[in-house]
Protein backbone atom coordinates (compact mmCIF):
# COMPACT_ATOMS: atom_id res chain seq x y z
CA UNK A 1 0.00 0.00 0.00
CA UNK A 2 2.61 2.45 0.97
CA UNK A 3 4.35 2.21 -2.62
CA UNK A 4 0.79 2.20 -4.44
CA UNK A 5 0.24 5.75 -2.45
CA UNK A 6 3.58 7.01 -3.37
CA UNK A 7 3.43 5.88 -7.11
CA UNK A 8 0.03 7.69 -6.77
CA UNK A 9 1.56 10.97 -5.46
CA UNK A 10 4.47 11.27 -7.99
CA UNK A 11 1.91 10.20 -11.13
CA UNK A 12 -0.44 13.25 -9.61
CA UNK A 13 2.32 15.22 -9.69
CA UNK A 14 3.65 14.04 -12.93
CA UNK A 15 -0.04 14.50 -14.51
CA UNK A 16 0.23 18.22 -13.86
CA UNK A 17 4.12 18.40 -15.59
CA UNK A 18 2.55 16.40 -18.99
CA UNK A 19 -0.69 18.33 -18.85
CA UNK A 20 1.11 22.04 -18.71
CA UNK A 21 3.78 19.92 -21.07
CA UNK A 22 1.21 19.24 -23.69
CA UNK A 23 0.16 22.68 -23.50
CA UNK A 24 3.51 23.49 -24.13
CA UNK A 25 3.68 21.42 -27.23
CA UNK A 26 0.68 22.92 -28.49
CA UNK A 27 1.89 26.45 -28.26
CA UNK A 28 5.21 25.13 -30.26
CA UNK A 29 3.07 23.50 -32.83
CA UNK A 30 0.89 26.39 -33.60
CA UNK A 31 3.69 28.97 -33.63
CA UNK A 32 6.34 27.44 -35.17
CA UNK A 33 5.20 23.97 -36.69
CA UNK A 34 7.66 21.56 -38.56
CA UNK A 35 10.30 24.18 -39.38
CA UNK A 36 13.80 24.01 -40.34
CA UNK A 37 14.08 26.49 -37.47
CA UNK A 38 12.23 24.50 -34.98
CA UNK A 39 14.37 21.20 -36.31
CA UNK A 40 17.28 23.59 -34.77
CA UNK A 41 15.69 24.34 -31.98
CA UNK A 42 14.97 20.94 -30.65
CA UNK A 43 18.48 19.59 -31.72
CA UNK A 44 19.64 21.97 -29.44
CA UNK A 45 17.51 21.68 -26.59
CA UNK A 46 17.76 17.61 -26.73
CA UNK A 47 21.63 17.48 -26.38
CA UNK A 48 21.49 18.99 -22.54
CA UNK A 49 18.46 17.30 -22.16
CA UNK A 50 19.78 13.96 -23.17
CA UNK A 51 22.80 14.92 -21.27
CA UNK A 52 20.69 15.64 -18.38
CA UNK A 53 19.44 11.90 -18.56
CA UNK A 54 22.00 10.62 -18.71
CA UNK A 55 24.19 11.79 -15.84
CA UNK A 56 21.66 13.28 -13.48
CA UNK A 57 18.63 11.34 -13.42
CA UNK A 58 19.48 8.32 -15.14
CA UNK A 59 23.52 7.16 -14.35
CA UNK A 60 24.30 9.76 -11.30
CA UNK A 61 20.73 8.97 -9.37
CA UNK A 62 21.25 5.97 -10.14
CA UNK A 63 24.34 5.32 -8.75
CA UNK A 64 23.87 7.88 -5.51
CA UNK A 65 20.01 6.80 -4.01
CA UNK A 66 21.37 3.10 -3.44
CA UNK A 67 24.72 4.77 -1.53
CA UNK A 68 22.78 7.42 0.36
CA UNK A 69 20.07 4.40 1.62
CA UNK A 70 23.27 2.85 2.86
CA UNK A 71 24.43 5.57 4.51
CA UNK A 72 21.03 6.27 6.21
CA UNK A 73 20.92 2.99 7.28
CA UNK A 74 24.56 2.21 8.29
CA UNK A 75 25.95 5.62 9.07
CA UNK A 76 24.92 8.34 11.58
CA UNK A 77 23.51 12.05 10.39
CA UNK A 78 27.04 13.31 10.32
CA UNK A 79 27.78 11.03 7.52
CA UNK A 80 25.11 11.60 6.01
CA UNK A 81 25.62 14.84 5.69
CA UNK A 82 29.37 14.97 4.32
CA UNK A 83 28.05 12.38 1.83
CA UNK A 84 25.61 15.42 0.46
CA UNK A 85 28.22 18.08 0.89
CA UNK A 86 31.07 15.86 -0.78
CA UNK A 87 28.60 14.72 -4.01
CA UNK A 88 27.31 18.14 -4.60
CA UNK A 89 30.58 19.99 -4.75
CA UNK A 90 32.04 17.34 -7.18
CA UNK A 91 28.47 17.09 -9.12
CA UNK A 92 29.59 20.95 -9.22
CA UNK A 93 32.96 20.71 -10.02
CA UNK A 94 32.64 18.23 -12.93
CA UNK A 95 29.32 20.22 -14.30
CA UNK A 96 30.71 23.54 -14.49
CA UNK A 97 33.65 22.18 -16.71
CA UNK A 98 31.61 20.01 -18.98
CA UNK A 99 28.59 22.84 -19.69
CA UNK A 100 32.15 25.61 -20.53
CA UNK A 101 33.14 22.80 -22.58
CA UNK A 102 29.83 21.97 -24.81
CA UNK A 103 29.32 26.03 -24.98
CA UNK A 104 32.44 26.96 -26.62
CA UNK A 105 32.37 23.52 -28.76
CA UNK A 106 28.54 24.46 -30.23
CA UNK A 107 29.45 24.08 -33.34
CA UNK A 108 31.50 20.71 -33.54
CA UNK A 109 28.82 19.46 -31.07
CA UNK A 110 25.59 20.29 -33.34
CA UNK A 111 27.80 18.84 -36.43
CA UNK A 112 27.78 15.43 -34.16
CA UNK A 113 25.00 15.30 -32.73
CA UNK A 114 23.27 16.67 -36.34
CA UNK A 115 25.38 15.96 -39.66
CA UNK A 116 22.39 16.31 -41.96
CA UNK A 117 22.58 20.29 -40.98
CA UNK A 118 25.35 21.71 -43.48
CA UNK A 119 28.36 23.26 -41.67
CA UNK A 120 27.67 26.97 -41.78
CA UNK A 121 24.21 27.18 -43.40
CA UNK A 122 21.53 28.46 -41.69
CA UNK A 123 20.34 25.59 -39.91
CA UNK A 124 23.53 24.40 -38.15
CA UNK A 125 24.44 28.68 -36.98
CA UNK A 126 21.21 28.84 -35.65
CA UNK A 127 21.63 25.27 -33.72
CA UNK A 128 25.14 26.43 -32.67
CA UNK A 129 23.69 29.58 -31.21
CA UNK A 130 20.76 28.12 -29.64
CA UNK A 131 23.02 25.36 -27.92
CA UNK A 132 24.98 28.26 -26.51
CA UNK A 133 22.21 29.07 -24.14
CA UNK A 134 20.52 25.59 -23.75
CA UNK A 135 23.84 24.35 -22.44
CA UNK A 136 23.98 25.70 -19.19
CA UNK A 137 20.80 23.99 -18.43
CA UNK A 138 22.39 21.10 -18.18
CA UNK A 139 24.28 22.54 -14.84
CA UNK A 140 21.02 24.02 -12.53
CA UNK A 141 18.95 20.86 -14.11
CA UNK A 142 21.64 17.90 -12.65
CA UNK A 143 21.56 19.67 -9.51
CA UNK A 144 17.88 19.72 -9.87
CA UNK A 145 18.32 16.15 -10.04
CA UNK A 146 20.51 15.94 -6.80
CA UNK A 147 18.28 17.17 -5.04
CA UNK A 148 15.70 15.16 -6.13
CA UNK A 149 17.06 12.18 -5.00
CA UNK A 150 17.65 13.01 -1.58
CA UNK A 151 13.83 14.72 -1.19
CA UNK A 152 12.43 11.06 -2.50
CA UNK A 153 15.07 9.16 -0.49
CA UNK A 154 12.90 10.69 2.52
CA UNK A 155 9.93 9.91 0.82
CA UNK A 156 9.55 13.68 -0.11
CA UNK A 157 8.02 12.35 -3.75
CA UNK A 158 5.96 15.34 -4.75
CA UNK A 159 7.89 18.87 -5.49
CA UNK A 160 10.38 16.80 -7.20
CA UNK A 161 7.78 15.06 -9.53
CA UNK A 162 6.09 19.05 -10.10
CA UNK A 163 8.96 21.01 -10.70
CA UNK A 164 9.25 19.96 -14.26
CA UNK A 165 5.89 22.35 -14.63
CA UNK A 166 8.88 25.21 -14.29
CA UNK A 167 10.14 24.16 -17.87
CA UNK A 168 6.65 23.92 -19.49
CA UNK A 169 5.62 27.33 -18.14
CA UNK A 170 8.60 29.17 -18.74
CA UNK A 171 8.76 27.76 -22.26
CA UNK A 172 5.28 28.51 -22.81
CA UNK A 173 5.31 32.51 -21.66
CA UNK A 174 9.12 32.37 -23.70
CA UNK A 175 7.11 31.07 -26.69
CA UNK A 176 3.93 33.51 -26.47
CA UNK A 177 5.49 36.61 -25.01
CA UNK A 178 8.99 36.84 -25.99
CA UNK A 179 9.39 35.46 -29.28
CA UNK A 180 7.30 37.65 -31.08
CA UNK A 181 9.38 40.17 -29.97
CA UNK A 182 13.03 39.02 -31.47
CA UNK A 183 14.38 38.67 -34.82
CA UNK A 184 14.85 34.41 -34.72
CA UNK A 185 11.56 34.06 -32.80
CA UNK A 186 12.59 30.61 -32.19
CA UNK A 187 15.94 31.87 -29.77
CA UNK A 188 13.39 32.97 -26.99
CA UNK A 189 12.69 28.93 -26.59
CA UNK A 190 16.18 28.54 -25.83
CA UNK A 191 16.13 31.63 -23.51
CA UNK A 192 12.67 29.79 -21.89
CA UNK A 193 15.01 26.22 -21.33
CA UNK A 194 17.85 28.13 -19.18
CA UNK A 195 15.57 30.43 -17.13
CA UNK A 196 13.55 26.94 -16.17
CA UNK A 197 16.58 25.26 -15.55
CA UNK A 198 17.58 28.02 -12.11
CA UNK A 199 13.93 27.60 -11.54
CA UNK A 200 13.59 24.33 -10.83
CA UNK A 201 16.90 23.87 -8.63
CA UNK A 202 15.91 26.94 -6.65
CA UNK A 203 12.54 25.78 -5.18
CA UNK A 204 14.23 22.97 -3.99
CA UNK A 205 16.70 24.66 -1.60
CA UNK A 206 14.11 25.44 0.58
CA UNK A 207 13.28 21.63 1.19
CA UNK A 208 16.56 20.49 1.61
CA UNK A 209 16.97 23.23 4.26
CA UNK A 210 13.85 22.05 6.41
CA UNK A 211 15.61 18.58 6.09
CA UNK A 212 18.75 20.10 7.53
CA UNK A 213 20.34 18.77 4.37
CA UNK A 214 20.96 21.57 2.47
CA UNK A 215 24.60 20.56 0.42
CA UNK A 216 27.60 22.80 1.59
CA UNK A 217 29.84 21.95 -1.74
CA UNK A 218 32.64 20.26 -1.10
CA UNK A 219 35.49 18.42 -3.41
CA UNK A 220 34.91 15.14 -2.56
CA UNK A 221 37.45 12.90 -5.03
CA UNK A 222 38.61 10.98 -1.88
CA UNK A 223 35.37 10.36 0.04
CA UNK A 224 34.75 7.10 0.21
CA UNK A 225 31.22 7.44 -0.26
CA UNK A 226 31.84 9.69 -3.14
CA UNK A 227 34.16 7.08 -4.93
CA UNK A 228 31.55 4.52 -4.63
CA UNK A 229 29.57 6.47 -6.79
CA UNK A 230 31.77 6.92 -9.39
CA UNK A 231 32.83 3.29 -9.46
CA UNK A 232 28.69 2.45 -9.37
CA UNK A 233 28.26 5.44 -12.00
CA UNK A 234 31.17 4.71 -14.53
CA UNK A 235 28.72 1.05 -15.70
CA UNK A 236 25.35 2.71 -15.86
CA UNK A 237 26.05 5.76 -18.54
CA UNK A 238 24.77 3.79 -20.86
CA UNK A 239 22.64 1.00 -19.41
CA UNK A 240 20.62 3.76 -17.73
CA UNK A 241 19.25 5.82 -20.62
CA UNK A 242 19.40 3.38 -23.44
CA UNK A 243 16.18 4.81 -24.59
CA UNK A 244 17.26 8.00 -24.76
CA UNK A 245 20.69 7.45 -26.24
CA UNK A 246 18.55 5.25 -28.77
CA UNK A 247 16.23 8.92 -29.11
CA UNK A 248 19.20 10.68 -29.91
CA UNK A 249 20.25 8.15 -32.09
CA UNK A 250 17.19 8.76 -34.10
CA UNK A 251 17.74 12.75 -34.04
CA UNK A 252 20.97 12.00 -35.47
CA UNK A 253 19.76 9.17 -38.30
CA UNK A 254 16.43 11.98 -38.67
CA UNK A 255 18.48 15.12 -39.52
CA UNK A 256 19.34 13.59 -42.62
CA UNK A 257 16.17 12.31 -43.64
CA UNK A 258 13.51 14.72 -45.15
CA UNK A 259 12.80 18.63 -43.50
CA UNK A 260 10.63 18.12 -40.72
CA UNK A 261 11.50 14.65 -39.78
CA UNK A 262 13.47 15.78 -36.26
CA UNK A 263 9.96 17.55 -35.19
CA UNK A 264 7.55 14.89 -36.44
CA UNK A 265 9.66 12.17 -33.84
CA UNK A 266 9.72 14.88 -31.25
CA UNK A 267 5.83 15.33 -30.95
CA UNK A 268 5.51 11.36 -31.33
CA UNK A 269 8.06 11.14 -28.13
CA UNK A 270 6.20 13.89 -26.79
CA UNK A 271 2.56 11.78 -26.68
CA UNK A 272 4.41 8.31 -25.78
CA UNK A 273 6.17 10.15 -23.03
CA UNK A 274 2.56 11.26 -21.77
CA UNK A 275 1.71 7.14 -20.00
CA UNK A 276 5.61 6.61 -19.74
CA UNK A 277 6.34 9.73 -17.46
CA UNK A 278 2.86 9.62 -15.27
CA UNK A 279 3.40 6.21 -14.49
CA UNK A 280 6.75 4.33 -15.65
CA UNK A 281 8.94 7.29 -14.38
CA UNK A 282 6.95 7.40 -11.16
CA UNK A 283 6.72 3.39 -10.79
CA UNK A 284 10.68 3.26 -11.22
CA UNK A 285 11.18 6.64 -8.70
CA UNK A 286 9.02 5.50 -5.99
CA UNK A 287 10.53 1.41 -6.87
CA UNK A 288 14.36 2.54 -6.55
CA UNK A 289 14.76 3.73 -2.66
CA UNK A 290 12.09 0.66 -1.83
CA UNK A 291 14.62 -1.46 -3.87
CA UNK A 292 17.63 -0.26 -2.27
CA UNK A 293 15.93 -0.15 1.30
CA UNK A 294 15.03 -4.06 0.91
CA UNK A 295 18.60 -4.79 -0.20
CA UNK A 296 20.40 -3.02 2.42
CA UNK A 297 18.15 -4.48 5.54
CA UNK A 298 18.79 -8.28 3.35
CA UNK A 299 14.96 -8.87 3.06
CA UNK A 300 15.12 -10.92 -0.26
CA UNK A 301 11.49 -12.07 -0.29
CA UNK A 302 10.28 -8.24 0.08
CA UNK A 303 12.77 -7.22 -2.83
CA UNK A 304 11.15 -9.54 -5.33
CA UNK A 305 7.27 -9.33 -4.16
CA UNK A 306 8.23 -5.01 -5.02
CA UNK A 307 9.62 -5.96 -8.04
CA UNK A 308 6.52 -8.36 -8.85
CA UNK A 309 4.42 -5.52 -7.78
CA UNK A 310 6.36 -3.08 -10.33
CA UNK A 311 6.37 -5.57 -12.73
CA UNK A 312 2.59 -5.83 -13.36
CA UNK A 313 1.48 -2.29 -12.23
CA UNK A 314 3.46 -1.28 -16.10
CA UNK A 315 1.68 -3.82 -17.85
CA UNK A 316 -1.30 -2.63 -16.45
CA UNK A 317 -0.51 1.04 -17.68
CA UNK A 318 1.39 -0.18 -20.78
CA UNK A 319 -0.46 -3.16 -22.52
CA UNK A 320 -3.68 -0.07 -22.95
CA UNK A 321 -1.98 2.74 -23.45
CA UNK A 322 0.21 1.27 -26.48
CA UNK A 323 -2.97 0.15 -27.85
CA UNK A 324 -4.21 3.22 -28.01
CA UNK A 325 -1.44 5.61 -28.68
CA UNK A 326 -1.04 3.04 -31.76
CA UNK A 327 -4.25 2.89 -32.89
CA UNK A 328 -5.21 6.44 -32.85
CA UNK A 329 -2.22 8.07 -33.57
CA UNK A 330 -4.13 10.11 -36.35
CA UNK A 331 -7.22 11.05 -34.61
CA UNK A 332 -4.53 12.61 -31.30
CA UNK A 333 -2.56 14.75 -33.95
CA UNK A 334 -5.58 15.98 -35.85
CA UNK A 335 -6.98 16.67 -33.05
CA UNK A 336 -4.27 18.24 -30.51
CA UNK A 337 -1.81 19.90 -32.62
CA UNK A 338 -3.08 20.17 -36.77
CA UNK A 339 -3.44 23.99 -36.27
CA UNK A 340 -2.05 26.93 -37.25
CA UNK A 341 1.85 25.99 -38.79
CA UNK A 342 1.49 22.33 -38.04
CA UNK A 343 -0.12 21.15 -41.39
CA UNK A 344 -2.44 18.09 -41.99
CA UNK A 345 0.81 16.16 -43.29
CA UNK A 346 2.68 17.48 -40.35
CA UNK A 347 -0.02 15.21 -38.41
CA UNK A 348 0.01 12.13 -41.00
CA UNK A 349 3.88 12.09 -40.36
CA UNK A 350 4.41 12.59 -37.00
CA UNK A 351 0.90 9.63 -36.48
CA UNK A 352 3.34 7.30 -38.46
CA UNK A 353 6.22 7.19 -35.88
CA UNK A 354 4.00 7.45 -32.86
CA UNK A 355 2.23 3.87 -34.47
CA UNK A 356 6.10 2.80 -34.66
CA UNK A 357 7.23 4.12 -31.47
CA UNK A 358 3.84 2.73 -29.15
CA UNK A 359 5.33 -0.69 -29.87
CA UNK A 360 7.24 -0.27 -27.41
CA UNK A 361 6.21 1.49 -24.75
CA UNK A 362 4.94 -1.70 -22.74
CA UNK A 363 8.72 -2.66 -22.11
CA UNK A 364 10.16 1.33 -21.98
CA UNK A 365 8.18 1.04 -18.75
CA UNK A 366 9.28 -2.29 -17.88
CA UNK A 367 12.79 -1.17 -17.75
CA UNK A 368 11.68 1.48 -15.30
CA UNK A 369 11.74 -1.13 -13.02
CA UNK A 370 13.80 -3.77 -13.95
CA UNK A 371 17.00 -1.51 -14.62
CA UNK A 372 16.20 -0.18 -10.61
CA UNK A 373 16.63 -3.79 -9.51
CA UNK A 374 20.01 -3.96 -10.53
CA UNK A 375 21.07 -0.69 -9.48
CA UNK A 376 19.42 -1.18 -5.74
CA UNK A 377 21.81 -4.20 -5.32
CA UNK A 378 24.46 -1.95 -6.69
CA UNK A 379 24.91 -4.13 -9.76
CA UNK A 380 25.56 -1.96 -12.69
CA UNK A 381 27.28 -3.84 -15.38
CA UNK A 382 24.44 -6.20 -16.22
CA UNK A 383 22.01 -3.42 -17.00
CA UNK A 384 25.27 -1.38 -19.82
CA UNK A 385 25.37 -5.05 -21.26
CA UNK A 386 21.93 -5.23 -21.83
CA UNK A 387 22.13 -1.98 -23.27
CA UNK A 388 24.98 -1.98 -25.35
CA UNK A 389 23.10 -5.39 -27.09
CA UNK A 390 19.73 -2.85 -27.55
CA UNK A 391 21.73 -0.10 -28.95
CA UNK A 392 23.36 -2.08 -31.73
CA UNK A 393 20.12 -3.81 -32.41
CA UNK A 394 18.28 -0.39 -32.41
CA UNK A 395 21.41 0.53 -35.13
CA UNK A 396 21.10 -3.00 -36.72
CA UNK A 397 17.32 -2.25 -37.18
CA UNK A 398 17.36 1.19 -38.18
CA UNK A 399 19.84 0.44 -41.29
CA UNK A 400 17.86 -2.56 -42.43
CA UNK A 401 14.80 -0.86 -42.02
CA UNK A 402 15.92 2.75 -44.36
CA UNK A 403 17.37 0.14 -46.83
CA UNK A 404 14.39 -1.68 -47.18
CA UNK A 405 12.41 1.41 -47.82
CA UNK A 406 15.12 2.18 -50.51
CA UNK A 407 15.26 -0.82 -52.44
CA UNK A 408 12.06 -2.63 -51.65
CA UNK A 409 9.00 0.07 -51.65
CA UNK A 410 7.65 2.41 -55.04
CA UNK A 411 8.98 5.36 -52.92
CA UNK A 412 12.11 4.42 -52.74
CA UNK A 413 12.69 2.98 -56.61
CA UNK A 414 11.52 7.12 -57.29
CA UNK A 415 13.64 8.99 -54.82
CA UNK A 416 17.20 6.49 -56.27
CA UNK A 417 15.93 7.41 -59.86
CA UNK A 418 15.94 11.25 -58.94
CA UNK A 419 19.87 10.93 -58.50
CA UNK A 420 22.24 11.82 -56.37
CA UNK A 421 23.69 9.48 -53.22
CA UNK A 422 21.93 7.16 -50.65
CA UNK A 423 21.34 9.95 -48.38
CA UNK A 424 20.06 12.37 -50.51
CA UNK A 425 17.46 9.04 -51.62
CA UNK A 426 16.69 9.26 -48.22
CA UNK A 427 15.76 12.95 -48.07
CA UNK A 428 13.38 12.75 -50.98
CA UNK A 429 11.55 10.25 -48.41
CA UNK A 430 8.65 11.14 -46.46
CA UNK A 431 7.50 8.74 -43.61
CA UNK A 432 11.22 7.31 -43.33
CA UNK A 433 11.11 8.52 -39.57
CA UNK A 434 8.53 5.99 -39.08
CA UNK A 435 11.76 3.34 -39.50
CA UNK A 436 13.60 4.91 -36.51
CA UNK A 437 10.58 4.57 -34.26
CA UNK A 438 9.83 0.97 -34.97
CA UNK A 439 13.65 0.21 -34.63
CA UNK A 440 14.09 1.67 -31.05
CA UNK A 441 10.97 0.26 -30.03
CA UNK A 442 12.06 -3.30 -31.36
CA UNK A 443 15.27 -2.49 -29.44
CA UNK A 444 13.78 -1.38 -26.38
CA UNK A 445 11.95 -4.95 -26.07
CA UNK A 446 15.39 -6.32 -26.22
CA UNK A 447 16.88 -4.48 -23.90
CA UNK A 448 13.42 -5.60 -21.26
CA UNK A 449 13.62 -9.05 -22.25
CA UNK A 450 17.61 -8.92 -21.68
CA UNK A 451 16.96 -7.74 -17.53
CA UNK A 452 13.92 -9.74 -17.05
CA UNK A 453 16.10 -13.27 -17.68
CA UNK A 454 18.94 -12.09 -15.93
CA UNK A 455 16.70 -11.35 -12.90
CA UNK A 456 15.08 -14.79 -13.22
CA UNK A 457 17.97 -16.77 -14.07
CA UNK A 458 19.69 -15.52 -10.54
CA UNK A 459 16.65 -16.31 -8.63
CA UNK A 460 16.78 -12.65 -7.37
CA UNK A 461 12.73 -12.19 -8.85
CA UNK A 462 10.62 -14.70 -7.84
CA UNK A 463 7.29 -14.33 -9.40
CA UNK A 464 4.21 -13.79 -7.02
CA UNK A 465 0.96 -16.58 -8.08
CA UNK A 466 -1.28 -15.18 -10.41
CA UNK A 467 0.76 -14.20 -13.44
CA UNK A 468 -1.25 -16.71 -15.78
CA UNK A 469 -4.73 -14.83 -15.04
CA UNK A 470 -3.17 -11.77 -14.55
CA UNK A 471 -1.55 -11.79 -18.49
CA UNK A 472 -5.29 -13.55 -19.52
CA UNK A 473 -7.25 -10.37 -18.30
CA UNK A 474 -5.11 -8.06 -20.01
CA UNK A 475 -5.08 -9.77 -23.03
CA UNK A 476 -8.45 -9.94 -23.30
CA UNK A 477 -9.67 -6.55 -22.10
CA UNK A 478 -7.08 -5.59 -24.72
CA UNK A 479 -8.80 -7.20 -27.43
CA UNK A 480 -11.89 -5.71 -26.68
CA UNK A 481 -10.67 -2.29 -26.50
CA UNK A 482 -8.94 -3.05 -29.84
CA UNK A 483 -11.94 -3.64 -31.37
CA UNK A 484 -14.12 -1.07 -29.78
CA UNK A 485 -11.64 1.76 -31.36
CA UNK A 486 -11.34 0.12 -34.60
CA UNK A 487 -15.07 0.80 -35.03
CA UNK A 488 -15.60 3.65 -33.43
CA UNK A 489 -12.43 5.12 -36.48
CA UNK A 490 -14.26 3.20 -38.80
CA UNK A 491 -17.37 5.59 -37.99
CA UNK A 492 -15.48 8.72 -37.79
CA UNK A 493 -12.78 8.30 -40.72
CA UNK A 494 -12.22 12.22 -41.32
CA UNK A 495 -10.80 13.98 -38.20
CA UNK A 496 -9.35 17.16 -40.08
CA UNK A 497 -12.89 19.05 -41.31
CA UNK A 498 -14.06 19.59 -37.98
CA UNK A 499 -13.47 22.46 -35.76
CA UNK A 500 -11.38 22.23 -32.69
CA UNK A 501 -13.91 21.48 -30.10
CA UNK A 502 -15.89 19.42 -32.27
CA UNK A 503 -12.41 17.00 -32.91
CA UNK A 504 -11.71 17.69 -29.00
CA UNK A 505 -14.67 16.26 -27.70
CA UNK A 506 -14.53 13.34 -29.80
CA UNK A 507 -11.16 12.53 -28.83
CA UNK A 508 -12.37 12.62 -25.53
CA UNK A 509 -15.04 9.95 -26.26
CA UNK A 510 -12.38 7.57 -27.93
CA UNK A 511 -9.85 8.19 -25.70
CA UNK A 512 -12.73 8.42 -22.32
CA UNK A 513 -14.21 5.42 -23.93
CA UNK A 514 -11.23 2.92 -24.46
CA UNK A 515 -10.38 3.15 -21.40
CA UNK A 516 -13.33 3.08 -19.71
CA UNK A 517 -14.11 0.01 -21.77
CA UNK A 518 -10.66 -1.97 -20.94
CA UNK A 519 -10.56 -1.46 -17.23
CA UNK A 520 -13.88 -2.36 -17.27
CA UNK A 521 -13.51 -5.58 -18.89
CA UNK A 522 -10.64 -5.72 -16.37
CA UNK A 523 -12.50 -5.86 -13.85
CA UNK A 524 -15.62 -8.10 -15.24
CA UNK A 525 -12.64 -10.43 -15.51
CA UNK A 526 -12.34 -10.68 -11.67
CA UNK A 527 -9.09 -8.53 -11.82
CA UNK A 528 -8.95 -6.63 -8.36
CA UNK A 529 -6.17 -4.27 -6.55
CA UNK A 530 -5.04 -7.26 -4.81
CA UNK A 531 -3.88 -8.79 -7.80
CA UNK A 532 -0.65 -6.56 -8.33
CA UNK A 533 0.94 -8.07 -5.16
Known sequence: MRLLRSTAIVSSMTFLSRLTGFVRDVVFARAFGASPAMDAFLVAFRIPNFLRRLFAEGSFSLAFVPVLAEYREKHDALALKELIDRVTGSLAGVLLVIT?????????????FAPGFAWGEYQHRLASELLRITFPYLFFISLTALAGGILNSFNRF?????????????????????????????????????????????VQVPALKRLGLLPRPRWGGTHPGVRKIITLMLPTLFGSSVAQINLLFDTLVASLLISGSVTWLYYSDRLLEFPLGMFGVAIGTVILPHLSR???????????????????????????????????????????????????????????????LAVGLPAFLLVKVLAPAFYA????????????????????????????????????????AEGGGLVEALARMPGA????GLASALAGWVNAGQLWLRLRREGVFRAQPGWRAFGFRLALSGAVMTVAVLALLAAWPEWGGWTVWERIARLAVLVGGAAALFFAVLYGSGFRRRHLG
Open 377 to 416: RQDTRTPVKAAVVSLLVNAALTVIFLAGLLWLTPLGAQAR
Open 158 to 202: ALPAVTPVLLNLSMILAALGLAPRMDEPVEALAWGVLLAGVLQFA
Open 433 to 436: HAAL
Open 294 to 356: QHAVTDPEGFSRGLDWGLRSCLLIGVPASLGLGLAAQPLFAALFQYGAFTAEDARMAALSLTA
Open 100 to 112: GLGMLAAPWVIAV
